[in-house]
């Protein structure tokens, strides 16, 4: 909240309408279009390099421009995290609209995004009151929280309910992928855990989820019908699903067998089907199929049933 629409508030019929909650995010969220449009969510977008070429992930390069001319490139392309100027620009921007702002960001282990989101709130402490959250994790993983955290804005909630919700969310999410190769995430830097897999695997299929804010292995399976089967056990077993998204580089065709498998299994959920942008894409590689789930909330528990007996005559 600025200062002037503190002082304002002070004073006798000054007080001013409490103005939406707005939400921010990066591209590695891999929010499809029409739930950004709707739900007004904010992207800054992360950077695709092919050599000197520079593109704004999902605005200048497309996840199809992309995989059409990934496997044209000799030298593997690379990536870069918006600058500390962007995120002041984009929450500069905000303020002239709110004055609370909540920021979901993707994992500190993959990129200084989050750092730099951090940067630009110390500069704009007078201007607008900024939560930044380090999501611990990435893509729709990252996005239900996302998700959950604008839908509640858009109904009134205030900055610590959207707050709560979206750590709740994370706190509830599951993700796993299968990958054709761990070569991408070698070159690029981020294999993390994984990195054990590497010198074993032959022709294995991996299975790798988020963990601790670094990819980490799961299993690993000979055949594409196998992994599929994997990712279903892995984020369906937990328990009950409030909402799911199947997610792919290349193959729309994995998606499919996916969505039917769990639309099956949990008729009356959402289930959505997305792909995965540039950034991710020069990391993963082709081939990747993905599944990310939000588990449903467990009911408090109840008083404690021996301290409720001795108070009863």
Known sequence: MTIFNRIRGLLPGQKSEPRLVRIVTDSTADLPAELIAD??????????????????????????EFFERLPQ????????????????????????VT????SVHLSA????TVN?????VSTLAEECEIEVIDSGTVSMAMGFA????????????????????ARSVLGRQRLAVALDTLEYLRRGGRIGRAAGFLGSLL????????KDGQASPLSRVRTRKKALDELLRVCLEPGDIEEAIVMYTTDPSD????????????????IHEGRIGPVIGVHAGPGLIGLAVVLAERPAPEANSEANSEDTP
């Open 39 to 64: 739900l007004d969510i904010t992207v800054v977008p992360l950077q695709v390099l092919f050599g000197t070429e520079s593109f704004r992930d999902g605005v200048d390069l497309t996840a199809e």
């Open 73 to 96: 490139e000799e030298e593997l392309p690379t990536t870069s995290q918006p600058s500390v100027g962007e995120f002041q620009q984009t929450y500069q921007a905000l303020a002239e």
């Open 99 to 102: 004055d609370r702002v909540l």
């Open 109 to 112: 282990g993959f990129s200084g």
């Open 116 to 120: 730099a989101a951090q940067q630009a």
């Open 146 to 165: 996302v998700i959950a955290a604008a839908r509640a804005a858009r109904n009134g909630a205030d900055l610590d309910t959207c707050t709560r919700i």
């Open 203 to 210: 022709r294995l299929k991996p299975i790798l989820t988020i």
């Open 255 to 270: 998606a499919t067998y996916l969505t039917d498998a769990i639309r099956e299994r949990h008729p009356d959920i959402p």
